[in-house]
């Protein structure tokens, strides 16, 4: 691993721009952070070790990242589509594209990924701090978009629309945990969401 | 860890009684099960760790838990309650009674032991394996009680009782394995269950 703060000595290396990220900066160190957790896994990612790949300072790391874990969850995240879901017109059918998309991603390398740090996070506490900021993050749009059919004037007045986003994201995780994501989406949506809308 | 199968041959160990347990031998070699996964974890568990520690044969270890993973899963079951679940005559009451049950056990050692169990699971496949044979023994299980309210002719006929089972189990797995095992019970049931009886 060399030596420590090797890498914010070296000559060459890419700079911030002050507060704003530098796009080309992170490009590269999200591409060092894939590809140390490529060759080695995710037990190979060090801040020191993303920094010096990168040719970048660790400072610069730790500020957009404050902890590896950060980092792991935005290699993961990196290649999402970031057009949303679908507006199906039904809550069954929006539930239906959260659960399809997630598991085509999830058939990505990048679900191996997910897997990987859902399990270090069961030992690691700053490991599973930085997973459960972004669990919130998740649930919050899952909660955003069920919340479109509570627009509509069509969800149940009583049921909390987090408990119900809760729900969702529980499927989906037990999916991919059990290495099941042939799963049907319509039929795992369908049971989740009777009786949550008026209409639905 | 010794040299390999010197285990089998010391003096004074247990022995099995053909096919059937011998129960003091079944008692010994759980307890040593346990005992090493308390003292070094799950990594610590091998068959012959727990073969010399219980003074029994390898062999006889392995006729009743033909892998490390369904021994593991044996020492995480071992103190729950055999006597099922309560009927409380409504489907709501009877899956907030198998999420309140499931979450105090998990408080206990035991959801941590399943917690790195799971954990695992993800790079372990023979581990896998045990963990999805368990699974499905416990959705089994879980099927059958919501079944009883299928038998009332009280469920939805278009929904596969399985899936409801799947559902109340993903919830579960999410909350041990983001830590949150002090949710409401009867709070999760009801928006899990909500459209699932005729009268729930």
Known sequence: MAKSDGGDACAGKRGSIGARRNPATEVAILDA????????GIGALTMEA?????????????RWWPTRGALLLAVYERQKQT??????????GDMAAVLRL???????PEGALFRHIVAAAQSDPELAEALETF?????????EVI??????GELAQDLPVADMARAVMAMAWLHLLTGQLDADPVALARVLVRGWGHTA
């Open 33 to 40: 952070a894939g590809a140390i957790v490529d060759e080695g």
């Open 50 to 62: 993303v920094a010096r790949r990168a040719r970048a300072g660790k400072a610069t790391v730790y």
């Open 83 to 92: 057009d949303g879901y679908p507006d199906t017109g039904t809550l069954e």
């Open 102 to 108: 997630l598991f085509a991603y999830w058939k990505r």
């Open 135 to 143: 669990r919130k993050e998740r649930l919050a749009s899952l909660t």
């Open 147 to 152: 919340g479109r059919t509570a627009a509509r």
